[in-house]
Nanobody
Framework: QVQLVESGGGSVQAGGSLRLSCVTS????????MGWFRQVPGKGREGVAA???????SYADSVKGRFTISKDNDKSTLYLQMSSLKQEDTAMYYC????????????????????WGQGTQVTVSS
């Protein structure tokens, strides 16, 4: 069975940092497309970051330079390091995995991902 379990969310002041973790099982984290999405009420899920290998990554313009996606293949864990957080980063964050259409992984399109975690809330205060 495929399971993605996020952790690390919480409340933080603007300018602070958080590190999200996603422990996976039943996925081939070393070869699959892995990503982080976020969603606020009334809007669709936004692709924040994706990684399709140990080095190939992409980021939404709004987080580039502040967020870093990485993974530990031996621990089957995906990470999202978030720094210089802004109020606009407040959202429910989801990790996701996709085993198909690896060629579009870095476009961070939700349809390319077929497994999702339950989400972890990130709240940034002023």
């Amino acid at each position: 069975q495929v399971q993605l379990v996020e952790s690390g969310g919480g409340s933080v002041q603007a300018g602070g940092s958080l590190r999200l973790s996603c422990v996976t099982s039943g996925v081939r984290i070393n070869t699959d497309c892995m990503g982080w999405f976020r969603q606020v009420p009334g809007k669709g899920r936004e692709g924040v970051a994706a990684i399709v290998s140990d080095v190939k990554t992409s980021y939404a313009d709004s987080v580039k330079g502040r967020f870093t996606i990485s993974k530990d293949n031996d621990k089957s864990t995906l990470y999202l390091q978030m720094s210089s957080l802004k109020q606009e980063d407040t959202a429910m964050y989801y990790c996701a995995a996709g085993s198909h259409d690896l060629g579009i992984c870095l476009l961070r399109i939700a349809a390319a991902f077929d497994s999702w975690g339950q989400g972890t809330q990130v709240t940034v205060s002023s």
